[in-house]
């Protein structure tokens, strides 16, 4: 009598589980770190007023700008700019923060011979990288500059050359945080 089940091999069952673990690997949580006051009735906000941009570290001039004007161009599509900081509803700050950093790492596996002066013995190398690290926040603060919404996350705009694909990568980053923004913890107007 003929089975009515048919066996799958071994490789196909393990195939199929191999790319499904690493499709799951390719999700990445969020980067977005996001803060606010819960008892502010952000719904009420219509117009924002952009203040000048924060720099820490070794960022230029015109990094700063780009991130300003970044950030301008993902609030204009959701708020009205205000004229002046007395017509606002809310006030936002963007804040780009970078740091140089080194990091060593010993690498075992690359072993090469020669002690000091001696022509003997073994010691694996050290492998040195400096990098910059950076970071995008953006503070919605209230008329009176009293804090309301902080998000924040990576940058690496300043990885990159040009200064458009900095901007591209910029507008891409603010529009990460802010699509968190308005927390959405009240219903209604006042």
């Not at 960022?59 to 002046?84: C, T």
């Not at 940058?155 to 990568?169: C, M, N």
């Not at 968190?180 to 006042?190: A, E, K, S």
């Amino acid at each position: 009598m003929a089975s009515l089940h048919r066996r799958i091999p071994f490789a196909t069952v393990t195939l199929g589980l191999l790319a499904a673990l690493l499709l799951a690997g390719c999700a990445a949580p969020n980067p977005v770190a996001v803060d606010y006051d819960p008892t502010y009735k952000f719904a009420n906000l219509r117009s924002y007023y952009l203040l000048d941009t924060l720099a820490n570290g070794p960022v230029s001039p015109f990094e700063s700008k780009r991130a300003n004007q970044a950030v301008d161009d993902i609030l204009k599509g959701s708020y009205q700019p205000a004229a002046s900081r007395e017509e606002a509803d809310f006030l936002v700050r963007v804040q780009l923060f970078s740091a140089d950093k080194v990091a060593v790492y010993e690498d075992p596996f690359s072993i090469y011979g020669g002690y000091r002066y001696f022509g003997f013995g073994w010691r694996a190398p050290l492998r040195v990288r400096e990098y910059r690290e950076s970071s995008l926040i953006v503070d919605v603060l209230s008329p009176d500059e009293a804090p309301l919404w902080r998000g924040s996350m990576p940058s690496v705009a300043g990885r990159h050359e040009a200064p458009e694909q900095q901007l591209f990568q910029l507008r891409q980053e603010a529009s990460q945080i802010l699509a968190r923004f308005p927390p959405y913890n009240d219903v209604g107007f006042d």
